[in-house]
C-alpha cells in the first residue's frame, strides 16, 4: 500500500520537481555566468541574495496558502471556490508584493553596516534594489502556479519555468557582458536578466491559466466582484505562518552567510557554490513538498484521515530515498562540481569539504520540508511556524556560531550548526504529523 503511494505522489510531484529545478536552474546560470566575472562579484551576489531571500521567502509563503485551500475546495467539490480563493489570492500578494519591495530598498542600505569586504558592498547594494523590483512579477506568477497546482494543473508551469530559463540566459548574456549594443552591467546585468524572466513567466502563465478549456469550471478569470475577507483571513491564516516558517530558516542561513563573510572573499564564495548546489536536490524536495500538500489537502477536503496519512508518509518515504541519492553525488562529485563555478583552486577545496556536510543533511533538509508541506496541507501552521523558530534560531544558528567561534572550527562550524537545525526541524515536523493525523484533520 505505502508502495503504491508513493507512486502517486511520485507522478503528481515530477512536474512539480521539474518546474522547481527549472527556477533553481536560473540560480545556478546567474551563478556561473557572475562567477565568470571574478570571486569579488560572486561573494556581492551571495551576501546581496541571502538579504534578499529574507523578504522574498516572506512573499513565497504567502502565496503558499493558494495551494492548500484550492486543493481542500477541489477535494470537496466546491470548483467555483478555487477561482474565489485566486482572485482573492492575488489582490493579497500583489498588495504584499508592493510592501516587500519597499522592503527591499530599505534593507539594501544596511549592506555597508554588516562588516562585509568592502570591494562588495556597493555591487550588492545596487543588485539587492534590482532584485526587489522583480518581487511584483514573481507574485503574481506564485499565485497562479499555486493555483494551478491546488487544482493539479501542473504541466504549464514546468514548461513556463524551463522557457524563462532561455530568456534568462540570453538576457544573462546581452547585460552581463554587454552584447547587441547594450553596454557590459556585471551584476547589475544580471538582476536586470531576472526582471525579465520573471515578467516573462508571470504573464505567460495567467494567459495560459485564464484560456485553459480544463479550467473554466474554475472561474479563474479576473472577475473581482469585492474583496472576500472571510477568504481573505484564511489565506492570511495560513500565508502569514508560511511566510515566518521560511523567514526563520532562510533568516537563519543567511546570517551564516554573514558571519562567514567576516572569514573573508574566499569563504564566503565557497559558501555561496556550496548553496548553491544544496539548492539543486533542496529544489526536488520542495517538489514532493507541494505534491504531498495538494494529496494532504484533498483528503482533507474528502474528510479522509487514513489518506491524509498515507499522502504525508509516502511523500516523507520518497523524498527521504531522493535525498540520500543526492548526497552520494555530493560526496562523489565533491572536486568537480565547483569547478563550474570558479577556477580558483582555494575555493573550489574549500567547497569540496563543505559538499561533505552538505551530503550528510540531505535526509534531514528533505524530510524537514516535506514535513512542512504535509501540515500545511492540513492547514497546521501554528506549531510548526514555533519549531522552525526553535530549531533555527535557537538550536542551529548559535551552535554554527560557537563551533565557528569558540572552537575555531571556521566555516565549517557554522555549516556543522545547519546540520543541526535541519535535523531538528526535520525531527519535530514528522513528530508533529504523526501525533496530529491520527485523530483530527484540520480545515480552515
Not at 281 to 293: L, N, P, Q, R, W
Not at 416 to 426: D, E, R
Amino acid at each position: 500500500m505505502l508502495l503504491n503511494e508513493i507512486k502517486k505522489t511520485a507522478r503528481l510531484s515530477m512536474p512539480i520537481v521539474v518546474g522547481q529545478l527549472g527556477q533553481m536552474l536560473m540560480g545556478v546560470v546567474d551563478n556561473i555566468m557572475v562567477g565568470k566575472l571574478g570571486a569579488t562579484a560572486l561573494a556581492a551576489a551571495s551576501i546581496a541574495n541571502s538579504m534578499f531571500m529574507l523578504v522574498m521567502v516572506v512573499g513565497f509563503g504567502l502565496t503558499m496558502a493558494v495551494t492548500p485551500l484550492t486543493a481542500i475546495a477541489c477535494g470537496a467539490g466546491k470548483d467555483k471556490e478555487c477561482g474565489v480563493v485566486l482572485r482573492q489570492g492575488i489582490l493579497v500578494n500583489l498588495f504584499s508584493g508592493m510592501v516587500l519591495c519597499g522592503l527591499t530598498f530599505f534593507l539594501s542600505e544596511a549592506i555597508p553596516y554588516l562588516n562585509q569586504p568592502s570591494e562588495i558592498v556597493a555591487p550588492a547594494s545596487l543588485y539587492m534594489k534590482i532584485l526587489g523590483v522583480s518581487i511584483l512579477p514573481l507574485m503574481l506568477f506564485q499565485s497562479y502556479r499555486q493555483f494551478a497546482e491546488g487544482v493539479s494543473f501542473l504541466k504549464p508551469a514546468m514548461i513556463i519555468t524551463l522557457l524563462a530559463n532561455i530568456v534568462n540566459i540570453l538576457a544573462n548574456w546581452i547585460f552581463i557582458y554587454g552584447h547587441l549594443g547594450v553596454p557590459t552591467l556585471g551584476l547589475t546585468g544580471a538582476g536586470i536578466a531576472t526582471i525579465s524572466s520573471r515578467i516573462f513567466m508571470a504573464v505567460a502563465l495567467m494567459v495560459l491559466v485564464t484560456r485553459s478549456s480544463k479550467m473554466r469550471r474554475f472561474e479563474p478569470f479576473l472577475n473581482f466582484a469585492k474583496i472576500d475577507f472571510p477568504m481573505v483571513r484564511k489565506l492570511l491564516s495560513i500565508g502569514i505562518p508560511a511566510g515566518l516558517q521560511y523567514f526563520f530558516e532562510v533568516s537563519a542561513f543567511s546570517a551564516s552567510a554573514v558571519m562567514i563573510g567576516w572569514m573573508g572573499t574566499t569563504a564566503l564564495a565557497a559558501h555561496q557554490i556550496a548553496m548553491n548546489l544544496a539548492s539543486i536536490s533542496f529544489m526536488v524536495a520542495m517538489g514532493i513538498s507541494s505534491a504531498a500538500t495538494i494529496r494532504v489537502s484533498n483528503a482533507v477536503g474528502r474528510q479522509d484521515v487514513r489518506g491524509t496519512r498515507m499522502a504525508g508518509f509516502s511523500a516523507a518515504s520518497l523524498c527521504a530515498l531522493f535525498m540520500a541519492s543526492a548526497g552520494l553525488v555530493f560526496v562523489l562529485f565533491r572536486f568537480l562540481l565547483p569547478s563550474f563555478y570558479v577556477e580558483d583552486k582555494t575555493v573550489i577545496d574549500m567547497t569540496a569539504s563543505l559538499l561533505i556536510i552538505v551530503a550528510f543533511f540531505q535526509v534531514s533538509d528533505g524530510t524537514q520540508a516535506v514535513g512542512i508541506g504535509i501540515l500545511r496541507g492540513m492547514t497546521d501552521m501554528k506549531i510548526p511556524t514555533l519549531i522552525t523558530l526553535v530549531a533555527y534560531w535557537v538550536m542551529g544558528l548559535p551552535s554554527g556560531y560557537i563551533l565557528a567561534f569558540g572552537f575555531d572550527l571556521g566555516i565549517f562550524g557554522v555549516w556543522y550548526g545547519l546540520f543541526i537545525s535541519l535535523t531538528a526541524s526535520g525531527l519535530f515536523m514528522m513528530m508533529r504529523f504523526h501525533a496530529t493525523s491520527k485523530t483530527l484533520v484540520f480545515h480552515p
